[in-house]
């Protein structure tokens, strides 16, 4: 069976469009949880105090870092910009969207992906009535083509994860705890906190188990159409039997 993706551009007013219009050397990236919005705001150069204070009014800013390498925000928000918006016309038109949404010189870019080439041209068509779209790409596409992200919401990934053990997570991730060589212990990584090193592994393992249980299912549908056996998987039992 073929699926079909498209991408897509849209401009119309929003408030993330005015200022990638007005800042165009800005990237913004939207993703919606199931209880927040979630914004990421990229740039190369050095922000002016009126961006900054531009971004402060889009909501809770959860990270901030403006240095050689330029800008990084992320902001979380409510998700009252999401009524009436296009997303909800992608489930009307059977389209599966395909977050983030970016935001790039005063463009909203889109993509989704249908199950039917006639739902791509009516929501395509619905859209033109009252926006300017530029179509980018539509492509047929295999089953086993279909993006991984179809499969794997962000959120879903870290259920049941708590506050301390993505804290003590996130600490390993940028020491380089994960990278080969590794650049830290475990014991440094704890006394860069307030807690003992006993409990900052228990945090951490915790939540290594949780993630890779909760990523267990979409990795068997990842998978699932491989006929290949990289690690030659069983090849000793095998082999074993056969001299048997």
């Known amino acids: ?4 993706e498209a991408s897509f551009r849209v401009r119309h007013e929003c408030p993330y469009r005015e200022i990638s219009e007005h800042y ?9 949880l199931s ?20 971004i402060e009014r889009l909501g809770t800013i959860l990270h901030r870092s403006v240095d050689d390498a330029g800008l990084h925000v992320v902001t979380q928000s409510c998700l009252c910009s999401l009524e009436d918006s296009i997303i909800e016309r992608f489930e009307e038109y059977n389209c599966l969207y395909q977050p983030p949404t970016i935001h790039r010189q005063g463009w909203e870019h889109y993509s989704v992906i249908a199950f039917d080439e006639t739902d791509v041209r009516a929501l395509l068509s619905d859209l033109e009535a009252d926006r300017n779209v ?54 440094e990584l704890a006394e860069q906190t307030a807690v003992a090193r006993s409990t900052y592994e228990e945090h951490l393992r915790k939540a290594e188990n949780k993630l890779l249980t909760n990523a267990g299912q979409f990795l068997r549908l990842v998978t699932a159409t491989s006929t290949g056996n990289p690690l030659e998987v069983d090849r000793t039992q095998r082999v074993e039997g056969m001299a048997d």
């Open 24 to 32: 165009p050397d800005l990237t913004i990236r939207e993703w919606y």
């Open 134 to 187: 530029d179509v980018l790409s539509k492509t047929a596409i295999t089953e086993q083509g279909i993006p991984h992200s179809m499969l794997a919401p962000v959120d879903q990934l870290f259920d049941d994860v708590t506050e301390r053990q993505l804290a003590a997570l996130r600490l390993a991730l940028e020491s380089g705890y994960y990278e080969q060589p590794r650049k830290t212990s475990l014991r």
């Open 1 to 4: 069976m073929s699926l079909y």
């Open 35 to 54: 209880d927040c919005q979630v914004i990421e705001i990229t740039s190369s150069e050095s922000p002016s105090e009126d961006l900054l204070d531009e």
